[in-house]
């Protein structure tokens, strides 16, 4: 009887330390993210990266990755190196985070964001062969389970919006689909902008590339009305409440635009750049 109430007490303080654990994990979660939201992405990866050492998880391992790419688009274009290093963490954690839930749509996501921002900085004609990888992991995102939302966005708001920039990055070319299993379309793009769009309107870089989208379909289709519209979008960015840097740099970037409509194709945070047709070929 005496060895059954000592197991039975064992049991109990094994139980009790573990449900300890856990609420110390999210406590230091919700600490980092605390950091995040105060733009102290350094400090929040600190908490997560020793949490990883002590309790890896899989909710932990997207969150390192999230900063690690908010931190390389705070730096200034011309750090190519620095940003292409921190890109390429956020998809080394988040596929470390796939490996764990391959399920859990934020890790799925931020992998894909990895490598396509890793693509943007190397320049888009030398990426092309990873397009269709990309496409497919932003669609299956909003197939998986999220489990982040805020006031201004969401993992599957996220994955519209990322999509929207991918096919008005990536050429319409229909040899693109030939070679390499996918190409942008700007009729997709205005319409997955309008999703994000419609679920976080009070998102600046939603509205922005909302304004992208259509800006790049007018000129390149000559449809004056596109144009407008797109202006329009990037007229209300400019006037919307600036939250933090990048939304900032989102209202520097949208009168940038609005003042030179031709750039609005090739536009990216990182660098501006169109692919020529010529620089489709086969891998």
């Not at 009790?16 to 950091?35: C, Y």
């Not at 990895?114 to 004609?125: E, F, K, L, N």
């Not at 993992?155 to 990536?170: D, E, G, M, Q, W």
């Not at 509205?207 to 790049?216: A, H, Q, R």
Request: net charge negative.
């Amino acid at each position: 009887m005496k060895r059954l109430i000592c197991f039975a007490a064992l049991v109990g303080l094994a139980l009790a330390l573990a449900v300890a654990a856990q609420e110390t994990s999210e406590a230091i979660i919700k600490q980092a993210r605390e950091l995040s939201d105060q733009e102290k992405y350094e400090e929040s990866n600190k908490l997560l990266l020793d949490l990883q050492k002590r309790d890896p998880q899989a909710d932990t391992y997207w969150r390192i990755a999230e900063n690690y790419y908010n931190i390389a688009e705070r730096l200034p274009k011309e750090k190519k190196d620095e940003k292409l290093k921190l890109y390429a963490l956020t998809e080394e954690w988040a596929r470390k985070g796939m490996e764990k839930d391959p399920n859990l749509a934020e890790n799925t996501f931020w992998t894909a964001v990895g490598i396509s921002q890793q693509a943007v900085v190397r320049g888009i004609a030398n990426s092309l062969s990873l397009a269709d990888d990309i496409e497919q992991m932003y669609k299956k995102t909003l197939t998986l389970k999220p489990v982040y939302v805020s006031d201004d966005d969401s993992t599957i708001s996220n994955a519209h919006f990322a999509l929207c920039v991918f096919y008005r990055k990536v050429p319409e070319w229909r040899i693109m689909e030939w070679i390499f299993g996918a190409r942008g379309d700007l009729d997709k793009s205005v319409t997955e902008c309008t999703e994000a769009v419609k679920m976080f309107s009070n998102n600046h870089e939603y509205m922005k590339e909302l304004g992208m989208s259509y800006t790049c379909r007018g000129t390149r289709r000559d449809q004056a009305q596109d144009v407008s519209e797109g202006k329009n979008y990037l007229q209300k960015v400019i006037e919307m409440p600036a939250k933090d840097q990048l939304d900032r740099i989102d209202q520097q970037d949208a009168k940038l635009v609005m003042d030179d409509p031709s750039l609005a194709c090739g536009y990216s945070r990182i660098q501006q750049e169109e692919v020529s047709q010529s620089a489709v070929k086969k891998p």
